[in-house]
């Protein structure tokens, strides 16, 4: 005798209004059939791009080794030449070829012109101008007249630079060459003062209260006609021509005053430049 299985059936009458239940319907895009499609396509086009290069690949190799094997062959210069035959030259080719150009330390770097732009031309060697001066150029240039050398350091007919001969005691000092103070008084009756320059072209200047500027002692200072200490003293009177003197003495008018040159053992062994005074 079969018993009816009431649980059973209440189960089953439960699952089927569960699986009935509108609330379980999952709603489908209306674009997900297009994206699906989509995505398979693109899966498509990458399976045939591997399968492309891998064929590729495999083709290379094959070439390479080809080359490798057969005698006769470079594969040093095959290789320099297959990536110019692989791809035309771009801006990323030529600046990797410039920056593996071998380098030349002897040079300095230069700018690369830009693309059409003409190559400058090389640079010629130039010398410094100095270089090519002689040593004798570069020296103060000299002359001579007798046995004395004309120089920089010239006693005028007038005086000796700016100082003049008669220049008056306040002048003199303006001239910033003497050695003297701000609270210096002028000489009582004459004083001889020393340059600030030193004594090795002009020994002192002798200045009178009265006269002014009345004297130049000379120490390596020549006249214009190169006359000085340790000229000959047989030629000043062609020198000098409308001088006198005698064997210890000889003096020329200059104008505003007069050389005075002391002679011994035939050359001059004193010079000054006087004028008028009452030293």
């Known amino acids: ?16 209004a569960l699986f009935a239940d509108s609330r379980l319907d999952v709603a489908v895009r209306p674009s997900a059939e297009a994206e699906i499609t989509a995505g398979a396509r ?9 399968a492309g290069g891998g064929t590729g690949l495999a083709v290379v190799a094959v070439a390479v080794v080809g080359m490798l094997v057969v005698p006769g062959t470079r594969p040093q210069e095959e290789r320099a030449e297959a990536p110019a035959a692989a791809s035309p030259p771009d801006e990323r080719t030529a600046a990797m070829t410039a920056f593996t150009a071998p380098l030349d330390s002897s040079e300095p770097p230069t700018r690369s012109p830009e ?19 002689s040593p004798q150029a570069s020296s103060p240039e000299t002359t001579h007249s007798g046995s004395v050398a004309l120089g920089r350091s ?44 030193g004594s090795e072209a002009v020994r002192y200047v002798t200045i009178s209260r009265e006269r002014g500027l009345v004297g130049v002692r000379a120490a ?60």
């Open 1 to 16: 005798m079969n018993v009816p299985d009431s649980d059973g059936d209440e189960v089953d009458a439960r699952l089927r």
């Open 42 to 50: 693109r899966l498509r086009r990458r399976r045939a791009t591997l």
């Open 115 to 133: 693309r059409g732009e003409p190559l400058p031309p090389p640079a010629q060697d130039e010398v410094p101008e100095a270089a090519t001066t």
């Open 154 to 197: 010239v006693l005028g007919p007038e005086g000796y630079g700016p100082l003049r001969l008669g220049m008056p005691f306040e002048e003199a000092v303006a001239t910033d060459l003497l050695i003297v103070t701000g609270e210096t008084p002028p000489p009582e009756v004459c004083a001889d003062y020393s340059l600030v320059e």
């Open 220 to 279: 390596s200072a020549v006249t214009p006609e190169g006359v000085g200490v340790g000229t000959a003293a047989d030629r000043l009177p062609s020198v000098y021509p409308h001088g006198s003197g005698g064997e210890t003495r000889f003096s020329a008018s200059t104008g505003p005053g007069r050389y005075e040159f002391a002679l011994s053992e035939g050359m001059v062994s004193d010079l000054r430049l006087v004028a008028p005074s009452d030293c």
